[in-house]
């Protein structure tokens, strides 16, 4: 079974700074992209970040240089360093996943983590 653990939530003052780390475990031949999504009340989901394999990201627009994603490709792990932190960032953050179970010619399986509470106030 693969199986994603998030940690890093919490509470932190507008300005500050968060990290938050996935794990990817489990048996997958291989593993695409990984990336972090939220989703605040009243919002629909949206991405935050992503990185391919290869290390190429892409952020959300309203991340605007403060937010990094990187990823640890022989630990399956993604890390998003999160600075200048505002109140609307406050969001259930989730980890996702593209992997593929027995080989790359089949189609690739997403999962998503059970999510982690971020919340930005004073």
């Known amino acids: 079974q693969v199986q994603l653990v998030e940690s890093g939530g919490g509470l932190v003052q507008p300005g500050g700074s968060l990290t938050l780390s996935c794990a990817a475990s489990g048996s997958m031949f291989s593993v695409g992209g990984m990336g972090w999504y939220r989703q605040a009340p009243r919002k629909e989901r949206e991405l935050v970040a992503l990185?391919?394999?290869?290390?190429?990201?892409n952020y959300g627009d309203f991340v605007e240089g403060r937010f990094t994603i990187s990823r640890d490709n022989t630990k399956n792990t993604i890390y998003l360093q999160m600075d200048s932190l505002k109140p609307e960032d406050t969001a259930v953050y989730y980890c996702?996943?593209?992997?593929?179970?027995?080989?790359?010619?089949?189609?690739?399986?997403?999962?998503w983590g059970q999510g982690t509470q971020v919340t930005v106030s004073s």
């Open positions: 990185i391919t394999s290869r290390g190429s990201t």
């Open positions: 996702n996943v593209m992997y593929w179970r027995d080989s790359q010619a089949g189609r690739p399986i997403t999962l």
